[in-house]
Nanobody, 115 residues
């Protein structure tokens, strides 16, 4: 059973918006942190944003002010709203869920920003 399933990726023009979703197979409050990472071709996976169980958030400098992480507790889903997208945002975006016992990754969803 997949613990995390991402969706919402696609092709978007520069300046456009996308919202990614990550649905967990269990209550997201079981995790200390829910996060988004991304990996561009030929590059290492990098941190994008996270939200801890208390609701505090943090963002990579490259996306601050453009991306917003949020959650829907009832649906065990975490979202990444991405605005003002740039070609350099092109990557596979991965959802991550961490607790003291577990560190889960989704399979990723492709985001391509191109005209």
């Amino acid at each position: 059973q997949e613990q995390l399933v991402e969706s919402g990726g696609g092709l978007v023009q520069p300046g456009g918006s996308l919202t990614l979703s990550c649905t967990a197979s269990e209550n997201i409050f079981n995790f200390n942190v829910m996060a988004w990472y991304r990996q561009a071709p030929g590059q290492q996976r990098e941190f994008v944003a996270h939200m801890n169980v208390g609701g505090s958030t943090d963002y990579a400098g490259s996306v601050k002010g453009r991306f917003t992480i949020s959650r829907d507790n009832a649906d065990n889903t975490v979202y990444l709203q991405m605005n003002s997208l740039k070609p350099e945002d092109t990557a596979v975006y991965y959802c991550n869920a961490r607790s003291l016992q577990h560190n889960y990754w989704g399979r990723g969803t492709q985001v391509t920003v191109s005209s």
